[in-house]
């Protein structure tokens, strides 16, 4: 170690610290105000339409997208890529404590237009901070500790989240089903707020803004895509991925569905969105330690096809306790949310992964956007569907359509072309 060297320890090891927690107390915090699960059940507890309820997180998705397609050639700075962290957490809490403050007492068409434009910011800023983090993770933390960090991190925020929500459950108590779980969003907003103010403090060495990538050219979104189009389309193993990454939406996108159906039975249950949340979360830090350690000592094929069975149980029994009655249970219920999210964590880390190990560095961009893209576009026509059905005939008629189209992207998992060592 050079005499140059040993003054930047301390401001690494400060770096790193910053990074960590702000990271977990954002991962916190999207679990707190989970757009899956916490913001379709606090839309559903207003009473507001239910069509709209299964809308929330396709237009989050689908923001998301659009940010990262359109702001990626300007997150190109590491200053840049630090605003784009912190600066979005903010914005996130800000656009959640208007919810909070002000939802309780609108009609219900305003309701619908607040939880909406909520969705929208929320993936805008998940998309900006996605690449703003990638962005640092990549310049500000060596390549042997990236991958510990990110478990870490998982783990120990579904952990904190469960405790969070454990210990506020009790500070707020009304007749009105929104004020019995309004605890769980203040707790989230509290957490992308100092996520936020966390990131700030991060201080940026002179050798990092030297090693951040030349700025791009002018962004081209769109042939991006079509490039990722013509280079998918001529690999048959894309084809079939691509295929079945559509079909993974029914894994991805269901939750909600769930929360409608939960909702019929626990909007007025005290502490019922905590459970489910301290039941998401602990589903999240299982997927966390269990396909982790499947991808790595297996292959990452099993974690696909494995998280969509596990979707599909997750389905069936929703179905069977509401028919045996015990769906009334809040705790047989939050196992349902629990399997759930477990299963749904598998088919997104399962399929990161794959595209990942099946990719070169120089296509692989092309073809995640083509990938999310198709994916995010027909997310939107299945949630609309499904919302529609939900709405109009029964809460719990979707759920018979999740337990099919779970066991069907599990036959397309099982067809995917293995992975090489």
Partial sequence: MTDTQTPNQPAQRRNYQLIFWSGSLATIGGQLVNPNLVLPFLYLALGAPTFFAGLLLPFVTGSRLIAEIFMSPFINRVTRAKLAVYVPNILTAAILSVVALFATNLPNLLIVLLFLTTAVVMGLCQGIISLGTSQIYGISVPEAKRNRMVFAQATISGILAILVVWVTRDLLASDEPMQRHI???WCGVVAMFAAGVSFAG???LEQ???RAPAPKSKPKPLAELVTGFKTGMAYSWYRKFLTTRLIFVSVELAMPFYTIHAATFHVGTKHSLSYFVMAASLGMVLGSILWGWLSGRISVKPVMWLGCLISAVSAILALAFTFLGYAQNVWVYAL?????????????YGRYLYIIEKTSEQERPYLVALGDVSAGLIGMVFAAILGAVAHLHDPITPIFALVALNLI???YALRLPPVKS
């Fill in 409 to 411: 992207a599990m036959l």
């Fill in 208 to 210: 990092e803004q030297a």
């Fill in 336 to 348: 349902v949310i629990l399997l759930l999210s477990l299963g749904g964590n598998g088919v997104i």
């Fill in 183 to 185: 605890v769980v969003l």
């Fill in 202 to 204: 991060v201080r940026l």
